[in-house]
T-cell receptor
Framework: GIQVEQSPPDLILQEGANSTLRCNFS?????LQWFHQNPWGQLINLFY???GTKQNGRLSATTVATERYSLLYISSSQTTDSGVYFC????????????FGTGTRLTIIP | DAGVTQSPTHLIKTRGQQVTLRCSPK?????VSWYQQALGQGPQFIFQ???????QRGNFPDRFSGHQYPNYSSELNVNALLLGDSALYLC????????????FGQGTRLTVV
């Protein structure tokens, strides 16, 4: 099956810093989503981005499908950005299962 | 618009018992999937239901079974619970079709003692 790798596994930053999280996947996809998992376990949708670039406030994401990677950018980090960020992909047409990476744990220090 | 809702939020069961978890999908969604997330790992796909039938299944034993009702709500049943079944169980819903966005519920945290 498709493999999803996220890097870095852990990231500790000062409040106000910028960060880039990366997601590599091993096959073509028709679905790619970024999630933020809060301390209570809920997965919050950040972006649905199988290709192209999107922005939402301080967050933006880019997926280069031909090169099989996606990037999540967080600017001017706040302590509320802390948590685990997951990339998940749906590999084939009609195969709607999401395969998750192992996540990036982001800690923002005041 | 209510999102995906799951019940209960927490559950403690004894090894060997059976458990049923419930999920109501987001309005307008007809496909429901279940995921298991062990501590420190990403969610793992268990199975997916559409039109009241299991359509896809991940690498989980037959002790894990499910059901979907005509109103698209779904249940996950786990029989003969093992200590290793302790995890966060997440339900996701989406509109059927390739490449549609999935939304997750808040999860049920199952502890097997």
């Amino acid at each position: 099956g498709i493999q999803v790798e996220q890097s870095p596994p852990d990231l500790i930053l000062q409040e106000g810093a910028n960060s880039t999280l990366r997601c590599n996947f091993s096959d073509s996809v028709n679905n790619l989503q970024w999630f933020h998992q809060n301390p209570w376990g809920q997965l919050i949708n950040l972006f649905y981005i199988p290709s192209g670039t999107k922005q939402n406030g301080r967050l933006s994401a880019t997926t280069v499908a031909t090169e099989r990677y996606s990037l999540l950018y967080i600017s001017s980090s706040q302590t509320t950005d802390s948590g685990v960020y997951f990339c998940a992909v749906g590999p084939n047409f009609g195969n709607e299962k999401l395969t998750f990476g192992t996540g990036t744990r982001l800690t923002i220090i005041p | 618009d209510a999102g995906v809702t799951q019940s209960p939020t927490h559950l403690i069961k004894t090894r060997g018992q059976q458990v049923t978890l419930r999920c109501s999908p987001k309005s307008g969604h007809d496909t429901v999937s279940w995921y298991q997330q062990a501590l420190g790992q990403g969610p793992q796909f268990i199975f997916q239901y559409y039109e009241e039938e299991e359509r896809q299944r991940g690498n989980f034993p037959d002790r894990f079974s499910g059901h979907q009702y005509p109103n698209y709500s779904s249940e996950l049943n786990v029989n003969a619970l093992l200590l290793g079944d302790s995890a966060l169980y997440l339900c996701a819903s989406r509109r059927t079709g390739a490449g549609t966005e999935a939304f997750f519920g808040q999860g049920t945290r199952l502890t097997v003692v």
